[in-house]
């Protein structure tokens, strides 16, 4: 921590308060709390007048670095802008309780079910359940319905899922998660799945495959269709990671895609606030055959038109969350996609897949491209031979750009590209925002060569410079010692 900067223990000074609270007036409780379980001596907080303890906040948010400050270009994040109007509109929501009779909330239901139908002829699937709270939640549900499916066909002995070493990081986990053996499966030179690695992997133990599409190289997958054939005729189910539809909405659907299961991030493409570990929402799609083992409870209609919670499903993989979901996530994601329509939502994604195609074709010659083809909507790119010769890694260009007032993009992810720079621009910026980044980025390149050290010093305008990333991940003190 830079010297200038004090925290909040620092400036601490016995006796002063922020507040003046009156005398009571009621009589104090007494608790009956076991001396065991008492604390012996009294906390140890910080001791402030009402300024300083302003001050502090105000400069807290101040250093906080989001989409409302800044370009934020975090690549297979989808950090775009989120609208005001969908944060105004989900507090309208907030008297509503979870366990209101039906009755009560019909609509809140109307809204859960419209959002489902929406989602599912946004992705060509049957049905949709809301409930997952997150991408990487979204993906073990989903799993679940393959492994659900195969052992209600008594198809014991699937238990294979493969993974292409191009997908996120989440899908190995979630399949190990769901109780699966992961096979990981090679890329091909171009990028895509290596179709023979594929059948070479496929046999009567694959349970299924799960697609990152487009994939964490930024890469449409040219040979879809034939990944489809080649696992269903294997017996295997197909899972699409649908955290990048961004990149393809209202362009291509998975479900016409031949893929059986799939999850999307509402915090990602539909425009939800996220970081700082949520709240987020990861529906899941299934095709027909999968509907059975949805998990409940879901939203049914009875013979008088009425909307209740239909709990009576006996092949449901379950409750998988309680209550029905991030319900307010689900509204402002509800208002994002009622507000653009149709048109705007494909309009979204073009602008999404052109935008990263200008920043690539911008920064072509001043960095490097490994997969130089269009891409979608991210670009993977590294720093040049010359640039690491000068001592000037991934790491370093990110610190540098953090000085210009940028969010850096993702940095050595995907991990089968050495150094990469994964960069998502997302459609919510202008072309100057874009031309301002690009001449970041070719300003840092050009500092390689007049000044590395400078960039090896950066970032010098936060509160701490460099942190030993090691020690902090594997030591973390995540309290402040006085
Ligand atoms: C973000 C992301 C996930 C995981 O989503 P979380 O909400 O962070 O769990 C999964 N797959 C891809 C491709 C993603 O970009």
């Known amino acids: 921590m830079r010297s200038e900067y004090k925290l909040i223990f620092e400036r601490s000074h016995e006796g002063r308060r922020a507040y003046d609270l009156p005398a009571c007036d009621v009589p104090s409780a007494i608790l009956e709390i076991p001396d065991g379980m008492r604390a012996k001596e009294p906390l140890k907080l910080p001791e402030l007048g009402e300024v300083d303890l302003v001050r502090h906040y105000t400069n807290l948010s101040r250093r906080n670095f989001g989409v409302d400050n800044g370009f934020y270009p975090l690549g297979s994040c989808t950090m775009k802008y989120n609208p005001k109007i969908n944060e105004e509109l989900a507090p309208m929501f907030d008297d509503v309780h979870p366990l209101l009779d039906a009755e009560m909330c019909q609509g809140c239901l109307a809204l859960m079910r419209d959002m489902e139908?929406?989602?599912?002829?946004?992705?060509?699937?049957?049905?949709?359940?809301?409930?997952?709270?997150?991408?990487?939640?979204?993906?073990?549900?989903?799993?679940?319905?393959?492994?659900?499916?195969?052992?209600?066909?008594?198809?014991?002995?699937?238990?294979?899922?493969?993974?292409?070493?191009?997908?996120?990081?989440?899908?190995?986990?979630?399949?190990?998660?769901?109780?699966?053996?992961?096979?990981?499966?090679?890329?091909?030179?171009?990028?895509?799945?290596?179709?023979?690695?594929?059948?070479?992997?496929?046999?009567?133990?694959?349970?299924?495959?799960?697609?990152?599409?487009?994939?964490?190289?930024?890469?449409?997958?040219?040979?879809?269709?034939?990944?489809?054939?080649?696992?269903?005729?294997?017996?295997?189910?197909?899972?699409?990671?649908?955290?990048?539809?961004?990149?393809?909405?209202?362009?291509?659907?998975?479900?016409?895609?031949?893929?059986?299961?799939?999850?999307?991030?509402?915090?990602?493409?539909?425009?939800?606030?996220?970081?700082?570990?949520?709240?987020?929402?990861?529906?899941?799609?299934?095709?027909?055959?999968?509907?059975?083992?949805?998990?409940?409870?879901?939203?049914?209609?009875?013979?008088?038109?009425?909307?209740?919670?239909?709990?009576?499903?006996?092949?449901?993989?379950?409750?998988?969350?309680?209550?029905?979901?991030?319900?307010?996530v689900i509204v402002k994601a509800y208002c994002y996609i009622r507000s653009l329509g149709a048109k705007g939502l494909k309009e979204a994604s073009e602008n999404a897949v052109l935008n990263a195609n200008y920043i690539m074709n911008q920064l072509r010659g001043v960095y490097d491209i490994p997969h130089d083809r269009i891409c979608m909507h991210e670009c993977v790119v590294t720093p040049t031979e010359d640039m690491m010769a000068n001592g000037v890694h991934t790491s370093d260009v990110a610190k540098a750009l953090i000085d210009r007032g940028y969010h850096p993009p993702t940095i050595y992810f995907p991990l089968i590209v050495h150094e990469a720079m994964m960069i998502e621009p997302t459609e919510s910026e202008s072309v100057e925002t874009l031309d301002e980044f690009v001449e970041a980025m070719k300003g840092i390149a050009d500092q390689v060569k007049s000044d590395p050290a400078a960039i090896h010093a950066a970032p010098v305008t936060t509160p701490v410079g460099r942190p030993d990333e090691v020690t902090a991940a594997r030591k973390p003190i995540v309290k402040y010692e006085w």
Do not use: W
């Open 117 to 328: 139908g929406m989602l599912c002829e946004i992705c060509g699937m049957d049905a949709f359940t809301l409930q997952p709270a997150a991408g990487a939640h979204g993906e073990l549900t989903g799993l679940m319905h393959i492994r659900a499916y195969h052992e209600h066909r008594g198809d014991l002995e699937r238990k294979v899922m493969i993974v292409p070493d191009a997908a996120h990081g989440t899908n190995p986990a979630s399949a190990a998660m769901a109780g699966f053996k992961v096979k990981e499966i090679k890329s091909a030179p171009d990028g895509g799945v290596d179709l023979d690695a594929l059948r070479e992997a496929v046999g009567p133990d694959t349970a299924g495959l799960m697609l990152t599409n487009p994939s964490t190289l930024g890469l449409f997958e040219r040979n879809i269709k034939e990944i489809a054939k080649i696992v269903h005729e294997a017996g295997g189910l197909l899972y699409y990671d649908g955290a990048n539809l961004n990149a393809i909405m209202g362009i291509v659907r998975p479900g016409d895609m031949g893929f059986d299961v799939m999850h999307i991030n509402l915090h990602k493409t539909f425009s939800t606030p996220h970081g700082g570990g949520g709240p987020g929402s990861g529906p899941v799609g299934v095709k027909k055959h999968l509907i059975p083992f949805m998990p409940v409870p879901r939203i049914a209609e009875n013979d008088d038109g009425e909307l209740f919670l239909d709990y009576d499903k006996p092949e449901t993989i379950g409750k998988i969350k309680s209550f029905y979901g991030n319900f307010g």
